[in-house]
């Protein structure tokens, strides 16, 4: 046995010895039977992804799922279920058709899907194909007086690259055992300055790109999609608030199509393409987003105290958000109805939150998490206000609102649709022996392991950042930084049933728990924002 | 060291011993020196994957192919070019378009592309979905006077299967290894009269549903890729004959889009779908098939006798026919061009042959074998003749021609565009020493391998049917079965020059090693058909 792997055992032990934290196995038992024998994860999970679709923030089919949730929780016997409206988030946006084919010589149909927010052709346009690589402010003379009536290859060529791990990935000891080691951090550089000056650069070359094309009268512009072997991963492109300039219509094309455009013109070859966008911003105005919350309410004096779990409704456009994030929302949906079927009565109110806005940068849970626990000063200086948070000077200390110190515990699910292997504890290392013990019941089905890593990238962020506890489980990878993850291939056979009834099982009983032990969940120390 | 191991290299170390095959390393040392550092491959590989794409068999690209490849030949200064036309082969077919989108609640683009030799839709159709599982004759009589109108969707969904390999391989030592067992093989069941009848029945149907599908005035049909991640695998659908029942437009569909209209349909809901394909046959008639040969001429008294290499220049139609086949040709092309360039003056003539046919079967390399070296007699029983040759019953003694006993060896290349790691000797002991003694000079490159192994399902199978010496060489396999053989990722992208490179001086210095050599290649016995 590696010494790693005796630390490792060492720990495990001497967590559970020291965490005496009780665990209901009669209420662990029932929600089991109920996720387990009588799942409704997969009709939800199907709903989300097959009749509703994608569920860009803010589109039609958004506010479809806000309504359609919502319908559910009511049906299930849930409270105070509503939209919590967020911020003049933007406009909502939607396609329903892209092609392009290569003209001329050979007749060719290219494998392309637009970029979200920005806008269609209106109409198949046809032009002449250029290349155009802008890097700076001073790159966009180059081009000048040059793109009218153009179709715009943005970009080079990538050489391919070849897959050397298989496509999907499950944890197994030594993967899980590896989790286990903690990296303590470098000291950041002082660098915000240098990252605020960058963030300006860009944001001032995408307005000055997106008019300077518009301005030229070019038809189209494609870019080169991230991944190889035909898959389309694509997220934004134009910006989604009003009176920004929203440029002109923008694809993402497979790299296996995009190259050979990019030979041909270094070849000196002449390339005609026909392009054909179907996509409308569905606003004229901004609109706020909408996070949609239910409820099991507490009963007696902690009723006031809140359990939380989510994951974002949200998703990108091009697949159905089944992975990133249907997947999600049905386990913690499937959550709430497994209590409610199993007639639990927690003490603190456990709450739902199906977030919007999470792929723009967490908006919804950010916006949430602000006006209901805690937030920084807003800045007065406008240029500070236009930079995002994590950009920002310190404006002073946290404001915590009534429910901050009501407040005990978020979990979310947005790592892909695999199955639960365990927990990160985000350094609170207070919470790893409670988690042991919630953890216990759930060996058997693969869910053994409590790191003490911070992960980054989705909701829980928004509680971590104000020093609440935000927590994300371990989850087998599966193949969704191979094939899924804002991509065309986002779809519902990527998933696997057994893992989010697992999912779906392991969060409620985390929900129950955290709601009925004595103390609110312990927090780690807030950093002073720097 | 294995047991296996040691026997390995005793059998490679007897192996040389025995040969005593003379290699003329100036000559192999201007070849290297010509494909390595002054190489054409990639020009050649990217004139036919880019410019002239995708090249289906009597397709208008496979005649620019075949006249391009005639001029670079002439260019080079090879004699005796020319096209070799055979069999009435059938009708060409080529696509320019296809799209498919859902419509109704949700309008969504669905990615398909049409087999070959379907018609087009003429234009934009629209009709409601209805799944179709035709197994049997029987089956049809379940949808009479239901199909017309509708788009249909053929047969069942089918799970998502996870890459637990990595999507490219290459052949390390102990795989190589792998490769020295030989499978004694089973004695196969003389059912040669149940294949007879299965083939039978599967042409009765296929002509049938094509007759049924078309006199119901159904839309178009659409199946699923064979491949998930969002690869469309797809070959041919319709009849190339002429008077053969075309059917209706088909296309394969990806399996992430197909997969929910079978759900939708088995949940009751109506789906109507969009369908647009853009396809044509280029002739009326059955036209020839045409091969592409050309020649460096012996000199003395051997230039009678004929070494062969070749790889098939027609491809499917939804990649750009790159890994299969563009990488043999361009290879046995850049071997030939390398052969003039070093200066060779072979004794025998080297002939290089690129098939047509070969993805409907062989066709173009067993009408040549046939009508220029050996053939068993036609059957004059016409329903014996409508059999494929591997079905038929012996007709008698093979017929050998004038040039049956002055051919030496065929070289083939066509599994895929991965580095050649050695030969596969096909049962021929006699050509393994001196295979070991013409691969010694490209150890160096990672050909090191002569295995006693057939291979099958490509040319040389046309030679060695009867008792011709054919070859293919063994190759790292990249991603070709996983991403590439016959799907919409064929392309430049996926091949390496540098394997190319390496294939196109092996090739050169075998067919010069060949064509030099006191003795032709020997060959083993033929077996009579069975």
């Not at 055992?9 to 009588?38: C, K, T, W, Y």
């Not at 639960?420 to 759930?442: C, D, H, S, V």
Request: net charge negative; charged share 25%; with cysteine.
């Amino acid at each position: 046995m590696s010494k790693r792997c005796v630390m490792a055992l060492l720990l495990a032990a001497s967590g559970l010895a020291m965490a005496n934290e009780p665990v209901d196995l009669d209420m662990v038992s029932r929600i089991r039977q109920e996720a387990f024998h009588n799942s409704q994860v997969m009709a939800t999970f199907s709903h989300l992804t097959e009749t509703i679709g994608p569920r860009l923030s803010n589109s039609p089919q958004m506010a479809e799922a806000n309504a359609w949730t919502r319908g559910k929780f009511s049906e299930w016997g849930l409270s105070n279920v509503h939209d919590d409206a967020f911020d003049d988030f933007g406009r909502g946006w939607e396609f329903s058709a892209a092609s392009v084919e290569m003209l001329g010589g050979r007749v060719q149909p290219l494998h392309a899907l637009p970029k979200a927010w920005t806008p269609g052709t209106d109409g198949p346009v046809e032009g002449e194909l250029v290349k155009v690589d802008i890097k700076t402010l001073a790159d966009i003379e180059k081009y000048r007086g040059k793109l009218g009536g153009k179709v715009l290859l943005l970009g080079d060529a990538r050489e391919y690259k070849r897959g050397t791990e298989p496509d999907s990935h499950r944890h197994d000891a030594t993967s899980l055992e590896g989790l286990q080691e903690f990296t303590v951090p470098k000291t950041a550089a002082a660098d915000r300055a240098k990252r605020v000056k960058e963030y300006g650069e860009r944001q001032q070359l995408s307005r000055a790109v997106n008019e300077f094309f518009a301005a030229e009268g070019a038809l189209a512009a494609i870019s080169i999609s991230s991944w190889d072997n035909g898959i389309i991963r694509v997220a934004g492109g134009g910006p989604r608030k009003a009176g920004e300039p929203v440029g002109i219509p923008e694809l993402a094309m497979i790299a296996e199509h995009f190259n050979p455009l990019v030979r041909a013109l270094d070849d000196g070859q002449t390339v005609r393409l026909r392009v054909n966008v179907a996509a409308r911003f569905t606003d004229e105005a901004n609109q706020p987003g909408h996070n949609t919350i239910a409820e099991i309410p507490g009963r007696g004096g902690k009723a006031g105290e809140i359990v939380m779990i989510g994951a974002h409704l949200d998703s990108w456009h091009t697949g159905t958000g089944a992975a990133d994030n249907a997947a999600g929302v049905a386990v913690m949906m499937e959550a709430m109805r497994i209590l409610k079927a199993v007639g639990a009565r927690p003490e603190r109110t456990i709450r739902v939150a199906l977030w919007s806005g999470e792929e723009q940068g967490l908006v919804g849970s950010q916006d949430y998490v602000a006006r209901n626990f805690a937030h920084y000063p807003e800045p007065t200086d406008p240029a500070q206000k236009a930079l995002p948070a994590s950009l920002r000077e310190p404006t002073g200390p946290l404001r915590k609102l009534r429910d901050y110190e009501r407040f005990s515990v978020y979990f979310n699910m947005d790592n892909g649709s695999g199955r639960f292997r365990g927990i990160y504890a985000q350094e609170n290392l207070a919470a790893m022996p409670i988690f042991e013990a919630w953890l216990k019941p759930f060996h058997d089905v693969g869910a053994t392991t409590v790191a003490t890593r911070n992960t980054g990238s989705t909701d829980h962020i928004a509680f971590d950042r104000v020093g609440l506890p935000g927590f994300q489980f371990i989850q087998d990878r599966l193949d969704y930084f191979t094939n899924v993850h804002h991509t065309h291939l986002d779809t519902w056979d990527h998933a696997e049933p057994e893992d989010l009834k697992q999912a779906a099982a392991i969060v409620a009983s985390f929900a129950y728990h955290a709601a009925m032990r004595d103390e609110r969940m312990p927090r780690k120390p807030l950093l002073d924002p720097k």
